[in-house]
C-alpha cells in the first residue's frame, strides 16, 4: 500500500516537472518577442520611422503628368479676371445682398468663358449646329440665364437698376461667338448697360458714392475685356483646325483638369493591422481590435480662398442658393409689379426737340447673339388691361388674333416671322425685340410704338393718331383714308417707306420714302438742316 503512493507521488512530481519547463520556454519566447515589437527588428524599424508619411504616400502614388503651359492669350485672360472682375466682385461683396449673390454669376460666366477659349486653344472647330458646339456652349447659357434670373425675382427691389445693369451687360461674354469684329459687340452690350448704369449714377451719386464707385468698376470690364480682343481675337475667336482634337474631347479634359485642381488626390488606404504579440500570463489580456470603418475620417480642411477657386464647380455652386417664395415670383403674384420701377412711355410731347435729343443721347439694351438664347415657349395672356405677346416664331396658326377693347394694350416682344391681327379699337401697340413682323390693326386710341423690329410691315384699316419708329431696318406702312393725318416719327431707322391709298378705289397705293439724309448748315449762328434729295 505504502509502495504504491509513493509511485503515484513520484509520477505527480515528473509531471509537475515537465509542465514546468514548458511554461519557462514560452516565458523566455515572449520575453524576446516583447523586445522586437510587432516582429520586426529594431534597425528594419528605424528605417521605417526614418521616412516621412509624405515621402511614403508620395513614393506609393503615381505620378501626375505636369500641367499644360497656358498660352499667353489663356494668361491674359486670367489677369482680367484677377484685376478687373475681382474689383468689381469686392464691391458687390461689401455691399451684400443681391448684388453679391448676382457677382458670383458673374465670375462663372467668365470662367465658363475662359474653358471655352482654353478648348479653342485645343481642338477643331466643330460645326455652328453641331452638339459638340452647344455642348461647349451650353454652361454660358445657362449662366448668362442664370444671372437674369436674378433681375427677374427682384422687380420690386431697390435694387432693381444695378441688377438691370449686370444682366444687360454680362452677355457680353457671348463675343466668343461672333466671326467679325467682336470687339463692337463688346461695346454694344456696354451701351445696353449704361442705360442702367447712367440712372444707378444719377440716383445715388449724393445717396451712396459706393455704389457709384460700384457703376464703374462694372463699366471697366468690358473696357478691359475690349482691349483684350483687340490684342489677341480681333477678328474672331481662332480654333486649333491645323492639329486640333475633337472639340467634345478637349471640354472634357479641361473638366477633368478643372476637377483635379481643387485638391490633391485622397491618400491610399492603410494596410492590413500587424499580428497580434502572443499571449503572456503576467499581464492583462488586450482589448479586443476596432471594429472596420468605426474610426471616423478626417474631414478635409475647408478651402477658405477667394470664389475664384470654386469657379469651376459647375451646378454644384448654386445649390446653397436659397428658394424663392411662390409669394415674392411676379408671374404668381401680379401685385409685385406695381411697386417697379416702370420708365415713363412716350407721349405725343417727342415732337420738341428736347425729347427727341434726350431719346437720341441714351443708351439701349443690346441683344444676346441667337446661339447664347435660350428658346422659351409662345405665350398669349391677358394680364389685366395688358395683351402679352411673347416668344413667336413662325407660328403654325398662321396669324395671331386679338380681340381688343378701348382700354387694352398689346405688347409683342420676342417675336420672329409673325403676323399679328388686332380686331377691334385698342388703345396703344409696343412691339419690341423682334423681327419680320406683320401688324394689321382697325384703329387706335393711342399710339404703335416700333423698337428695334427689322423688317416690320403694318397695315391700318381705321384711324391711327401717331406711330413711332426707333432703330427700325425696312418698314412698310399702309395706311387707309381715315389715317392720312398719322404722325410719323423716326430714329436712327432705314429704308421706311409710307403707302397711301390712290384717289379712287382702284388706284394703287403711292409709296412715300421718309428721309435718311440731312444736310446742315450754320446760318445766323444756328444750326439748319434740310432733307438731301437726289435728281436723277
Avoid at 506 to 517: F, G, L, N, S, W
Wanted: glycine share 4%; hydrophobic share 40%.
Amino acid at each position: 500500500m505504502a509502495g504504491n503512493n509513493m509511485h503515484n507521488l513520484t509520477t505527480l512530481i515528473k509531471r509537475l516537472e515537465a509542465a514546468t519547463s514548458r511554461l519557462e520556454d514560452i516565458a523566455s519566447t515572449t520575453l524576446e518577442n516583447q523586445s522586437v515589437p510587432n516582429g520586426i527588428p529594431p534597425v528594419a524599424a528605424s528605417a521605417a520611422a526614418a521616412v516621412p508619411p509624405s515621402q511614403a504616400q508620395a513614393q506609393s502614388a503615381p505620378k501626375q503628368a505636369p500641367p499644360r503651359p497656358l498660352p499667353p492669350s489663356i494668361e491674359a485672360f486670367d489677369d482680367l479676371i484677377n484685376n478687373e472682375i475681382k474689383s468689381f466682385v469686392d464691391l458687390s461683396e461689401a455691399i451684400g445682398g443681391l448684388l453679391a449673390e448676382q457677382a458670383a454669376k458673374v465670375v462663372q460666366a467668365f470662367a465658363a468663358e475662359r474653358k471655352f477659349l482654353v478648348v479653342t486653344t485645343r481642338a477643331k472647330k466643330p460645326e455652328i449646329q453641331s452638339p459638340a458646339y452647344l455642348e461647349i456652349l451650353k454652361e454660358l447659357q445657362d449662366i448668362i440665364e442664370a444671372v437674369n434670373e436674378v433681375r427677374m425675382a427682384n422687380r420690386a427691389s431697390e435694387l432693381f437698376p444695378h441688377l438691370s445693369m449686370v444682366s444687360e451687360g454680362v452677355p457680353m461674354v457671348g463675343w466668343v461667338t461672333m466671326d467679325r469684329k467682336p470687339a463692337d459687340y463688346v461695346t454694344e452690350m456696354l451701351n445696353g448697360a449704361q442705360f442702367y448704369g447712367n440712372k444707378v449714377l444719377k440716383d445715388f451719386k449724393e445717396k451712396d458714392p459706393k455704389h457709384v464707385e460700384w457703376v464703374r468698376s462694372f463699366y471697366n470690364i468690358p473696357k478691359a475685356l475690349n482691349n483684350y480682343i483687340q490684342e489677341y481675337y480681333d477678328t474672331g475667336v481662332t480654333w486649333n483646325n491645323k492639329d486640333g482634337m475633337d472639340a467634345s474631347e478637349a471640354m472634357r479634359q479641361v473638366n477633368a483638369e478643372a476637377s483635379a485642381s481643387k485638391g490633391a488626390p485622397p491618400p491610399p488606404a492603410p494596410g492590413p493591422p500587424p499580428p497580434p504579440p502572443l499571449p503572456t500570463f503576467d499581464a492583462p489580456p488586450p482589448p479586443p481590435p476596432m471594429p472596420a470603418g468605426s474610426v471616423a475620417k478626417a474631414a478635409p480642411a475647408a478651402d477658405m480662398g477667394a470664389v475664384f477657386s470654386q469657379i469651376s464647380q459647375g451646378e454644384n455652386v448654386t445649390k446653397g442658393l436659397k428658394k424663392v417664395d411662390p409669394s415674392q415670383m411676379t408671374h404668381k403674384n401680379p401685385s409685385l409689379r406695381t411697386a417697379s420701377t416702370v420708365p415713363p412711355t412716350r407721349s405725343d410731347s417727342l415732337n420738341s426737340a428736347s425729347s427727341a435729343s434726350t431719346r437720341g443721347k441714351s443708351p439701349v439694351p443690346a441683344r444676346k447673339p441667337q446661339t447664347l438664347r435660350t428658346k422659351k415657349p409662345p405665350r398669349k395672356e391677358l394680364d389685366g388691361k395688358k395683351w402679352i405677346l411673347e416668344n413667336f416664331d413662325n407660328p403654325a396658326e398662321g396669324v395671331i388674333e386679338i380681340e381688343a377693347n378701348i382700354s387694352h394694350s398689346i405688347l409683342v416682344s420676342k417675336c420672329n416671322k409673325t403676323m399679328i391681327r388686332i380686331i377691334g379699337k385698342a388703345n396703344a401697340v409696343s412691339i419690341d425685340s423682334s423681327s419680320a413682323i406683320s401688324l394689321i390693326i382697325d384703329s387706335l386710341v393711342s399710339s404703335v410704338e416700333v423698337i428695334k423690329v427689322p423688317k416690320f410691315e403694318m397695315q391700318v384699316l381705321g384711324a391711327l393718331p401717331t406711330v413711332m419708329l426707333d432703330q427700325v431696318d425696312g418698314a412698310a406702312l399702309y395706311l387707309s383714308k381715315e389715317s392720312l393725318s398719322t404722325e410719323v416719327f423716326t430714329s436712327k431707322c432705314t429704308s421706311v417707306n409710307i403707302n397711301v391709298p390712290g384717289a379712287t378705289e382702284d388706284d394703287d397705293y403711292a409709296e412715300c420714302a421718309v428721309p435718311e439724309q440731312f444736310k446742315t448748315v450754320i446760318r445766323n449762328g444756328k444750326a439748319v438742316s434740310e432733307i438731301v434729295e437726289h435728281a436723277g
